[in-house]
């Protein structure tokens, strides 16, 4: 079968926004009957379920924001009775207190079912052996990941992330056929492989399953040029479930939103004013077939631009393209915005220097100053002093042209920077410190 729902992946417009219709009424009665907090918001603006008419009315609700949660922390926006509650999960708290996730069992089955599909997408198959080397736990990724390969049928090795040795180990004992992970995790083991003198590309290793943070698609580049695999994509936040809210296809060129399962907008991130599709701003969701947890018009923080356009891979669900960066990530450097992602496509174009590097914010007198630490590659290094200062400042133009900023390049030696098992840290702040 081409897709894991042909049903849903591949509905009509018209008929996707019936099915959303629908299912937007079914919630918000659910959630007005059962959480005060929404009770209250809808009843501050004099919204009424019954008021939602079409799929538009969903604008008059105010928006949700991570502080909601925090506030509510840890059941408060919890839609059942904890008894009825099977599984609670926590976000990873990259931005501060980390927010929680109950889920029902049918909760569990939704995302389960979107994890499916996006694995399915992905190329992945039941005779596939599955290396899940997300974090295990608390975080969505591990078990999110774990569910859908399981659903498919695949034979999944839990692994969780860390012990990169033995990952390699295992992956060439077990015969791993596709691998799970942060793309930054993807990048150490690669790297670890290659230290160790094993070829991932003489392996049966063909697909990698990528997501939980943002990266670009020159870092996919260099993740399946080092690793010999198909290097796909998953998009998800602990606030939808886990991983699933959005996966890409075989045509690569942006990420297909389950939409029967939410509903997406994008905003003006400053004035909160719905946007057309095609222009940039932040990602909005409203779950529609949760239970537990079921989040409206939340503001996720993460930028991109929404797209309703034909895809190759026979998908009518709405495109998203890939995460430019989360809002609180973007950088102002001179009156320009920038995000890491910027400085990352320029950097691995770079064959000099290797894929590692940092941004640091520093304050000089009143302006805010950018610099990046990137790793020289080996022979670079090895150049010397003179060789190092062309290439860095090679950089800073190459970046002043492309992005309007003046930023300070300092190459640091090889295996400098702390390689990441999970999402990395890419901006360090010591105007914050
Ligand atoms: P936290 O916000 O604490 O990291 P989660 O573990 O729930 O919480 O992670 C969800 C966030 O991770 C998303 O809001 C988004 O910023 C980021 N993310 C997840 N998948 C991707 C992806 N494929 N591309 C870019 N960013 C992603
Ligand atoms: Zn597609």
């Known amino acids: 079968m081409k897709f894991w729902n042909e049903k849903f992946e591949t509905m009509s417009e018209d008929e996707m926004r019936k099915h959303q219709l629908e299912c937007l009424k079914k919630t918000l009665k659910w959630v007005y009957e059962r959480v005060p907090f929404y009770k209250n918001k809808f009843d501050d603006t004099g919204f009424k379920p019954e008021d939602l008419k079409k799929l538009e009315d969903l604008g008059k609700l105010p928006f949700m924001v991570k502080t909601d949660l925090r506030?509510?922390?840890?059941?408060?926006?919890?839609?059942?009775?904890?008894?009825?509650?099977?599984?609670?999960?926590?976000?990873s708290g990259t931005t501060g207190k980390p927010i929680t996730g109950p889920y029902t069992q049918n909760d569990l089955d939704q995302w389960t079912e979107c994890?499916?599909?996006?694995?399915?997408?992905?190329?992945?198959?039941?005779?596939?052996?599955?290396?899940?080397?997300?974090?295990?736990?608390?975080?969505?990724?591990?078990?999110?990941?774990h569910q859908g390969a399981t659903r498919i049928g695949c034979a999944v090795i839990p692994i969780s992330s860390g012990q990169t040795e033995r990952q390699i180990v295992i992956m060439q004992d077990f015969g791993t056929t596709v691998l799970f992970s942060t793309p930054t995790y993807a990048l150490t083991i690669a790297e670890r492989?290659?230290?160790?003198?094993?070829?991932l590309r003489d392996l049966p290793l063909r697909v990698g399953v990528f997501g939980a943070e943002p990266w670009t698609i020159e870092m996919r580049k260099e993740i399946e040029a080092r690793m010999g695999i198909k290097a796909m994509e998953a998009y998800g936040l602990t606030e939808c479930g886990g991983p699933g809210t959005a996966f890409d296809c075989v045509e690569q060129s942006g990420l297909h939103l389950n939409e029967?399962?939410?509903?997406?907008?994008?905003?003006?991130?400053?004035?909160?004013?719905?946007?057309?599709?095609?222009?940039?701003?932040?990602?909005?969701?409203?779950?529609?077939?949760?239970?537990?947890?079921?989040?409206?018009?939340?503001?996720?923080?993460d930028i991109t631009t929404l797209r309703r356009e034909k895809c190759s891979c026979g998908r009518t669900?709405?495109?998203?393209?890939?995460?430019?960066?989360?809002?609180?990530?973007?950088?102002?450097?001179?009156?320009?915005?920038?995000?890491?992602?910027?400085?990352?496509?320029i950097l691995l174009d770079v064959k000099?220097?290797?894929?590692?590097?940092?941004?640091?914010?520093?304050?000089?007198?009143?302006l805010d100053q950018l610099h990046?630490?990137?790793?020289?590659?080996?022979?670079?290094?090895?150049?010397?002093?003179?060789?190092?200062?062309?290439?860095?400042?090679?950089?800073?133009?190459?970046?002043?042209?492309?992005?309007?900023?003046?930023?300070?390049?300092?190459?640091?030696?090889?295996k400098s920077i702390t390689r990441s098992e999970g999402k990395a840290k890419r901006v360090i702040d010591e105007r914050k410190l």
């Not at 969701?285 to 996720?300: C, G, K, L, N, S």
């Not at 290094?381 to 003046?406: F, H, L, T, V």
């Open 260 to 301: 029967d399962h939410f509903i997406a907008e994008i905003i003006d991130p400053v004035t909160g004013d719905v946007l057309p599709y095609g222009t940039k701003g932040e990602l909005v969701f409203t779950a529609i077939q949760r239970e537990a947890f079921p989040v409206i018009r939340y503001r996720t923080r």
């Open 115 to 145: 994890m499916a599909r996006n694995l399915y997408a992905a190329g992945v198959r039941s005779n596939d052996i599955c290396q899940n080397s997300y974090g295990m736990g608390l975080f969505t990724g591990g078990l999110g990941f």
């Open 71 to 91: 506030d509510n922390y840890p059941f408060g926006l919890c839609a059942v009775p904890l008894s009825q509650v099977v599984r609670i999960h926590a976000s």
């Open 372 to 414: 990046c630490d990137v790793e020289a590659k080996p022979e670079t290094y090895e150049a010397g002093p003179q060789k190092i200062s062309e290439i860095e400042k090679m950089i800073e133009n190459k970046i002043r042209g492309m992005i309007g900023i003046g930023i300070k390049i300092r190459l640091v030696p090889p």
């Open 317 to 345: 669900l709405l495109k998203m393209d890939k995460i430019y960066g989360r809002s609180d990530d973007m950088l102002i450097i001179g009156g320009v915005n920038v995000f890491p992602s910027q400085v990352e496509s």
């Open 352 to 366: 000099e220097v290797e894929p590692q590097y940092v941004l640091i914010v520093r304050k000089k007198g009143y």
């Open 193 to 199: 492989a290659e230290e160790m003198g094993v070829k």
